[in-house]
């Protein structure tokens, strides 16, 4: 089982940044290496999540969806077991709850379910 921890979301202005966090809990059974992560958010009001991202096991390889190419950036930290969503130029539109999600691999990403996922944090993107 792998358990996943979202961190670092809140409340920023349009064009600024946060960067979030996704980390495999101490009471996991595996390691995050050996998953694809994703990144998928859910609008306030909305039933119907959005895939943001997703990075390889290896972290060489990544996809976004258009919206957000050009200001965000996926990465990972294999030996920290962590993966990071840099957000920059944050408009009002990327306001909802980010969930990471773990995966065997990151293809058709944005159709096929995922394995395990997080509880998500809450980004607001707000004057």
């Known amino acids: 089982q792998l358990q996943l921890v979202e961190s670092g979301g809140g409340l920023v202005q349009p064009g600024g940044s946060l960067r979030l966090s996704c980390a495999a809990s101490a009471a996991s059974t595996v390691t995050l290496d050996q998953y694809a992560i994703g990144w998928i958010r859910q609008a306030p009001g909305e039933g119907v999540s959005e895939g943001v991202s997703c990075i390889s096991s290896s972290g060489g390889a990544a996809d976004y969806v258009d919206v957000v190419k050009g200001r965000f950036t996926i990465s990972r930290d294999n030996a920290k077991n962590i993966v990071y969503l840099q957000m920059n130029s944050l408009k009002p539109e990327d306001t909802g709850l980010y969930s990471c999600?773990?995966?065997?691999?990151?293809?058709?990403?944005?159709?096929?379910?995922?394995?395990?996922w997080g509880q998500g944090t809450q980004v607001t993107v707000s004057s």
């Open positions: 999600a773990a995966r065997r691999s990151c293809s058709m990403w944005l159709t096929l379910p995922y394995e395990f």
